[in-house]
């Protein structure tokens, strides 16, 4: 690919006329970046290998051994059937969709008010918002997991998901994307008797989408790969999502390389599929948050 | 056209939500750090106890110097290589946005499954010390030689991370006009002189941010120690919120956790602060 890629640039450079130095540009471009590719990928291409190697492959050798020469499918097998691989899966399927919809929901709610209405204790309720942007959570890990043991939600979903279904950052964001939408819009809808609630829902939510969508990646991204949480909360390994699962299968079959790096492989695809469809999604949320965080 | 318990109405739920997960623990997480507060015994008022606790303990002063260790080993990097990198990108070449996705991916990629590729990495015969040997470097023990492994762990740090600035870089150099570029190159500039003398003045308001970002990055991180290396060997990469949660959810000593993480905000208040003053003399 970087070839065809370089053979490109020739024909570009020739046409536009100063060649020799950009096209020396380009192919230096390219060589740092296949060197910085090389190191971000081999920790991946390496498990694969491992997980796909059979009991004549070596996995620690020297000079490493890149390429399986007795490829199996069985270390895949295995972990599917020794471990509940599925409910793993379908667990952190749970937890990532009230981790995304949860924040959309009150982030919206609560950014509504301070964005598009006028009301005493306004600027009291941001500033105190804005403020707790400053503390880290990990400041607050104790104490939110004393509420979460006083409320009762100890070893339950709600125990993991409700520290993070409200954040002053994604409150921040929507409040940013209500106030970019012009004054007359809600005017209009008043005037045709809609109500405070159906303005809010029908009118300007869906006028929201493009910040709902930065604020739904973030939270994804976080959900997913929630690990905290998960382990301080959950006490039933039936209800432990991937990331803890495969946490504890490290611990389990420590000796065994095949099968963790197996595990590894099957807890990396999903995200790496929504990442592939949603790329640009996640690129732009990605900008997003560094230009308004 | 709005009153005020429409306001109210819409407010009622996220805020009771704030309340219970932010609002009350921020100012409880202090609370505490003042009581010996334990899960078992009843709690008692013990005044600044934990903190004159904390500064003679030499397992939080060791955590500290670790933890500090740790943020003067990856916020230089993760500053500085995603901008060459974002630079690089930012070129109209042929691929160049696979590129992109590529350095951004393991930003999405779990702790655990970090620490587990890492591991071996680093293993005694992993592929490093194999890279490693062509350069004359005997066996290195990376994670099981305490005077390695925070390097390794800010190795991985920094392969997480530099995408993820990468992306803040290029939406700042997005906004850097060309003709700046163009006045650059007809008075001779070469490629990186210009990006010297044109775009890092026009990026620094995100220098400073990504230095702001990545210092609070590396003064909480401890879950890739936690799943790495669980704070050893020796307590070598124990860093302070590492002990926080030791301290908290291993031995139960609530209070005095709180402390140390109180100290710690305050840290990372003045760093913040000291970064602010050094990266923002002049105006934007």
């Known amino acids: 690919m970087a070839q065809t890629a370089i053979e490109n640039n020739i024909k570009m450079s020739n046409k536009d006329g100063y060649g020799k130095k950009k096209l020396l540009r380009a192919g230096g471009t390219y060589l740092l970046l296949l060197i910085v590719t090389c190191i971000t990928i081999i920790p991946f291409l390496w498990t694969m290998s491992t997980s796909l190697k059979g009991e004549k492959d070596t996995i620690f050798s020297v000079p490493p051994q890149l390429i399986p020469t007795d490829i199996t499918f069985s270390n895949f097998v295995q972990v599917w059937n020794s471990l509940p691989i599925p409910m793993y899966l379908l667990n952190t399927l749970i937890l990532t969709f009230f981790g995304v919809v949860l924040p959309l929901i009150f982030c919206s709610l609560a950014a509504f008010p301070l964005a598009r209405m006028n009301f005493k204790g306004k600027n009291l309720i941001f500033m105190m918002i804005i403020a707790t942007m400053m503390i880290p959570n990990e400041v607050t890990m104790i104490p939110v997991y004393l509420v979460i043991d006083k409320l009762g939600l100890m070893g339950s979903y709600a125990g993991v998901i409700v520290p993070g279904a409200i954040t002053a950052f994604g409150i921040f964001l929507m409040r940013q994307g209500f106030i970019e939408i012009p004054k007359e819009i809600e005017e209009s809808a008043i005037i045709d008797g809609a109500n405070v609630w159906q303005i809010f829902w029908r009118l300007l939510f869906p006028m929201l989408r493009p910040m709902l969508g930065v604020l739904a990646i973030l939270s994804f991204i976080a959900s997913w790969n929630n690990f905290l949480w998960p382990l301080l909360v959950l006490d039933d390994p039936n209800s432990y999502p991937i990331t803890l699962g495969l946490y504890q299968l490290q611990g389990a079959f420590s000796a065994n390389t095949r099968l963790i790096a197996a595990g590894a492989i099957i807890a990396l695809l999903p995200v790496m599929i929504v990442f592939i469809i949603f790329q640009r999604f996640f690129i732009e949320a990605a900008y997003s948050s560094s230009v308004k965080g | ?284």
């Open chain 2, 1 to 284: 056209m709005y009153k005020a318990r429409h306001a109210w109405s819409f407010l009622s739920i996220p805020l009771l939500l704030l309340l219970l997960f932010t609002f009350i623990p921020s100012i409880a997480a202090l609370g505490l750090s003042f009581t010996n507060y334990n899960v078992f015994d009843p709690v008692e008022w013990v005044g600044l106890n934990n903190y004159i606790q904390a500064f003679q303990d030499s397992e939080f002063r060791k955590a500290l110097f670790n933890t500090v260790y740790y943020w003067l080993l990856v916020t230089p990097v993760l500053v500085v290589f995603p901008i060459l990198i974002a630079v690089l990108v930012n070129q109209k070449l042929r691929g160049i946005s696979m590129f992109r996705l590529i350095f951004y991916f393991p930003v999405l990629v779990s702790v655990v499954v970090t620490a587990i590729l890492w591991k071996w990495m680093f293993a005694k015969q992993g592929i490093i010390n194999y890279f490693l040997s062509f350069l004359g470097i005997g066996e290195i023990g990376w994670l099981i030689n305490p005077s390695t492994v925070m390097l390794a762990l800010a190795f991985v740090t920094v392969w997480q991370g530099f995408g993820y600035y990468m992306l803040f870089y290029l939406a700042a150099l997005q906004g850097v006009p060309k003709e700046l570029y163009e006045a650059c190159e007809l008075d001779g500039g070469s490629f990186w002189q210009k990006h010297i003398y044109v775009t890092v003045p026009l990026i620094k308001p995100m220098i400073f941010f990504v230095t702001v970002i990545s210092t609070m990055g590396a003064f909480k991180e401890f879950t890739l120690m936690l799943t790495m290396t669980s704070g050893g060997p020796l307590r070598a990469s124990t860093t302070a919120v590492l002990l926080v949660f030791q301290e908290a959810f291993t031995e139960l000593n609530m209070g005095y956790a709180s402390a140390i993480s109180f100290i710690l905000f305050i840290v990372i208040l003045i760093i913040t602060f000291i970064n602010q003053k050094f990266l923002d003399q002049n105006p934007r």
